[in-house]
C-alpha cells in the first residue's frame, strides 16, 4: 500500500466518474463524463458531474424509474433514474399529478 491512496481506501475501490480538463482561463476547470453514451457531456462544476453520474451511471443500489410511457424519467426515456424511491414518488406527484 502506498501512502499516496488517500484515508486506507484501496485502488480497485476507486470508480472513475469523468475526467477533469484545465481550461485557458486559470481556475476555469471543464468536468467531462467519460461514459460512452455521453462523451460530449462537459460540466463547469464537479457537482453537476457528480449529479448527472449519480443519476445516469451509478451502478451501486436501487433504480427507480418513473411508470409514465413516454416520460424522459422512464426507463425508456433515457432517464436518468431516481436513486431513491420517495424522489421518485415526487416525481411522480409534480410531474404527473399522481399519487400511489
Ligand atoms: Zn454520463
Ligand atoms: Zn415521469
Known amino acids: 500500500m502506498s501512502a499516496t491512496n488517500g484515508p486506507g481506501i484501496s485502488e480497485r475501490r476507486l470508480v472513475p466518474i469523468g475526467s477533469v480538463y484545465m481550461t485557458n482561463r486559470k481556475k476555469v476547470f471543464v468536468f467531462k463524463c467519460t461514459e460512452r453514451p455521453c462523451n460530449r457531456k462537459t460540466y463547469?462544476?464537479?457537482?453537476?458531474?457528480?449529479?448527472?453520474?449519480?443519476?445516469?451511471?451509478?451502478?451501486?443500489?436501487?433504480?427507480?424509474?418513473?411508470?409514465?410511457?413516454?416520460?424522459?424519467?422512464?426507463?425508456?426515456?433515457?432517464?436518468?433514474?431516481?436513486?431513491?424511491?420517495?424522489?421518485?414518488?415526487?416525481?411522480?406527484?409534480?410531474?404527473?399529478?399522481?399519487?400511489?
Open 44 to 100: 463547469t462544476r464537479m457537482y453537476d458531474l457528480r449529479r448527472h453520474y449519480d443519476g445516469a451511471h451509478a451502478s451501486q443500489g436501487p433504480k427507480f424509474w418513473c411508470p409514465y410511457e413516454g416520460c424522459e424519467r422512464s426507463a425508456r426515456g433515457g432517464g436518468p433514474s431516481f436513486p431513491r424511491k420517495d424522489k421518485l414518488k415526487d416525481h411522480v406527484r409534480s410531474m404527473h399529478n399522481g399519487g400511489d
